[in-house]
């Protein structure tokens, strides 16, 4: 079988000792370990039929690698687990996530509304995976490629939040200046334009332009954030309210909600904003 992997550690799948999702990546390598060794397999055995290497299948069976969903793919399959071991690709999913973001995950799982607006970068769902290698390389100080990776990883998996079915309602007000930033040079500039156009063209989205020549606006004092959930509850946060804390108490959601009705009713119409975004594409 084509070896996939030889041992040598790829980045991104380490697992963080402090982390609370280390006992979960802990257990699915103890039960690969006991399923293996009840199939009569050795270790080696083992790596060479589903062609890895043996040092990666002994640190996944110690906890101390995130295996990667073909990995249980093909344990389920080698070991006939009958589709138990690759019901496990979700959960080492999300165990590749930092802590923070897994969070963040969960909560815009739930919501049926999200609100977003963004001054310093395009909001990190509406980016391209080009964008965000760009941006987290420019950023000090550097981060190590493992964790590039993993927060790319990260942000990706978010973006399943507009294949959700139903769709919740998406909204964003984006700076003028986040969209005339050519990150990552002229091509990648090109192809987040292109994601924002195709994004903006769902049904359950919106995107609005906050121009630059607008002197003033509620924005001015950071990004804000409101998500809202079936039950009628709801969060928020904002950098320039409550200490950047999240909060869920209605006054204060109620003080988030009023300044984002107010920053899109300063921004571009939706249908304003895309046609600006298609003017920007052509002048790239």
């Not at 959700?164 to 987040?192: I, K, N, Y």
């Amino acid at each position: 079988m084509e070896e996939h992997n030889d041992g040598v550690d790829e980045p991104g799948w380490d697992v963080d000792p402090e982390d609370e999702i280390s006992a979960a990546v802990e257990m699915v390598g103890q039960h690969l370990k006991l399923r293996r060794e009840a199939a009569g397999l050795r270790t080696a055995e083992f790596a060479d039929a589903i062609g890895y290497g043996e040092d990666m299948v002994r640190k996944i069976e110690r906890g101390a690698r995130i295996p990667r969903p073909e990995y249980l793919d093909m344990a389920d399959e080698l070991l006939q687990a009958g589709g138990l071991v690759a019901a496990m690709k979700e959960k080492m999913r999300e165990a590749r996530y930092p802590k923070k973001v897994r969070q963040l995950a969960k909560l815009e799982e739930r919501a049926v509304e999200v609100c977003l607006y963004s001054n310093h970068n395009i909001h990190g769902l509406l980016q391209t995976e080009e964008h965000m290698r760009a941006l987290f390389a420019s950023w000090l100080p550097a981060y190590t490629l493992d964790e590039m990776d993993s927060m790319v990883a990260a942000r990706m998996g978010r973006r399943s939040i507009f294949e959700r079915d139903p769709a919740p309602a998406l909204s964003f007000v984006q700076e003028e200046v986040t969209l005339r930033r050519p990150v990552g040079g002229t091509m990648v500039w090109r192809r987040q334009l292109e994601r924002l156009l195709q994004v903006g063209g769902l049904r359950n989205v919106t995107i609005q332009v906050m121009p630059t020549k607008c002197e003033e606006h509620p924005g001015t004092g950071g990004l804000i954030e409101v998500l809202k959930f079936p039950d009628g509850t709801a969060m928020g946060r904002s950098e320039g309210a409550f200490s950047g804390r999240p909060v869920s108490d209605p006054k204060q959601l109620r003080v988030l909600e009023l300044r984002y009705g107010m920053i899109r009713a300063h921004a571009l119409t939706p249908r304003e904003s895309l046609a600006f975004i298609e003017e920007l594409l052509g002048e790239t």
